[in-house]
């Protein structure tokens, strides 16, 4: 083989190879925590995350992330029987007959949520939700969300993304946003599989990689839900 053959069977393989994203940057490290601090969009990590529980098992990302924002905002929280007389948003009472109408709970522990069925579900529980897909915002369009949301102490943001361009183990995950750094264009990502990987600030552009990667169950791009909107 000659070497502009060789040369031109490289560069074809260059191009087959995944774009990975730029290096996480993980909260529990001086750099994670020295962002938080000089973030200015940080309110809603001190709201949020005293409420993120690990999910219970591999799919239960969408309850995890749903009760977490839930019970950080300002509203009656549901009787639970085990924690009586105190009301909690728990990975198992999201599920009511409202919303194992849009998809029953043994479908969700064995498929995880769509960005719709989350944004759906968090209806049914008579907050208000909506639900944009990646495949029709910018990254100018997602900055200007992600900011007014995290601005707003009634609103909170769960984002709903693959986890291939990021580099990371998994693929299809949902969790919420707490914070925006100006400085580094990233956001704070409090992951609910505490079992993988800790809080993980993400560059906003690789975040919106991440979001428009297609979601096999809907056949639709993901994206993100605004919890309060």
Known sequence: MTPRRCAALFCALLLTLPAWAAELVYLNTPAGAERLIGARYKQQFFLVQPYVETQQNLAYCGPASIAAVLNSLDIPRPASAALYPYGFFTQDNVF??????????????????????????????????????????????????????????????????????????????????????????????????????????????????????????????????????
Do not use: C
Not at 136 to 152: G, I, K
Not at 167 to 184: F, R, V
Not at 207 to 220: I, M, N, Q, V
């Open 96 to 229: 009511t007959a409202a919303t194992q109408r849009i998809k029953p709970q043994t479908q969700v522990a064995a498929q995880g949520m769509t960005l719709a069925e989350v944004s759906a579900y968090v209806n049914a529980l008579g907050i208000r939700a909506s639900a944009y897909y990646a495949d029709q915002m910018d990254l100018d369009w997602l900055r200007d969300l992600v900011r007014a949301a995290l601005a707003d102490p009634k609103r909170r943001v769960i984002a709903n993304y693959s986890r291939k361009p990021l580099g990371q183990a998994g693929d299809g995950h949902l969790s919420p946003l707490a914070a925006y750094d100006e400085a580094s264009d990233s956001v704070l990502l409090l992951d609910v599989a505490k079992f993988k990987y800790p809080p993980t600030w993400i560059a906003l552009a690789d975040l919106l990689g991440a979001l428009r990667t297609t979601d096999p169950e809907s056949g639709k791009s993901r994206g993100v839900v605004v919890v309060g909107q």
